[in-house]
């Protein structure tokens, strides 16, 4: 078995601030995904990475940047956050890319004031 | 445009009965349909998934029936439970690694 972190659990941040979320993995996994959750929509895809060396953009990618530092770890930063903006911000991983099940992390909610 | 689509939104159920949970889709390329579950608090995990190969995949009281025609699918829950109150997704896929997510069918089963 395996486990994802993310970090912070919670994280509040003021208009135009820029923010780090962070996500480890200890799954072994090539393949992690950050998505974004707003209430009733459902899963959007911001960025994904397939292997270490590999970033890819997802269907939300502007206004967010990704970086995968090593193969554990993936974070992801909001260059610019916008006011009222409230989302659940979920991190995954997988074995490969190729119909693998994604494993999700709890977490981590943002409020921007 | 979105690519999934789920209904109903939210679903009510009493303990016992079948829950059907629906999901139709725009892209025939599609050929990967995984089910996520969703509790308050957590992140989703996979239930159950299917590939567009089959027409049926069981896995205890959860069915996927997929009728890759009319690019539709659904899950029935058989003898619903309390513990099954959640938020349902339905994902589409391929070998590309990414998964499209429907907005969620929210089921209560009340006991």
């Known amino acids: 078995g395996g486990i994802i972190t993310q970090t912070p659990k919670f994280l509040i941040g003021q208009e135009g601030q820029k923010l780090t979320l962070k996500c480890q993995q200890n799954f072994n996994h090539d393949t992690m995904y950050w998505y974004r959750q707003d209430s009733g929509k459902g899963l959007r895809l911001i960025y994904y990475s397939i292997t270490e060396n590999d970033l890819q953009k997802g269907d939300l990618s502007e206004g967010y940047d990704a970086s995968r530092e090593k193969k554990s770890s993936f974070s992801l930063t909001v260059t610019s956050a916008q006011k009222n903006e409230m989302a659940v911000f979920l991190c995954a991983s997988s074995i490969d890319s190729f119909y693998a099940e994604q494993f999700f992390g709890p977490g981590t909610r943002l409020t921007v004031l | 445009q979105q690519q999934v689509r789920q209904s109903p939104q939210s679903l009510t159920v009493w303990e016992g009965e079948t829950a059907i949970l629906n999901c139709s889709y725009e892209n025939s390329a599609f050929d990967y349909f995984p089910w996520y579950q969703q509790f308050p608090g957590e992140g989703p995990a996979l239930l159950i998934a299917?590939?567009?190969?089959?027409d049926k995949k069981e896995d205890g009281r959860f069915t996927i029936f997929f009728n890759k025609r009319e690019k539709k699918l659904s899950l029935h829950i058989t003898d619903s439970q309390p513990g099954d109150s959640a938020t349902y997704f339905c994902?589409?896929?391929?070998?590309?690694?990414?998964?499209?997510f429907g907005h969620g069918t929210i089921l209560r089963v009340h006991p």
């Open positions: 994902a589409v896929g391929a070998n590309t690694g990414k998964l499209t």
């Open positions: 299917i590939r567009s190969v089959s």
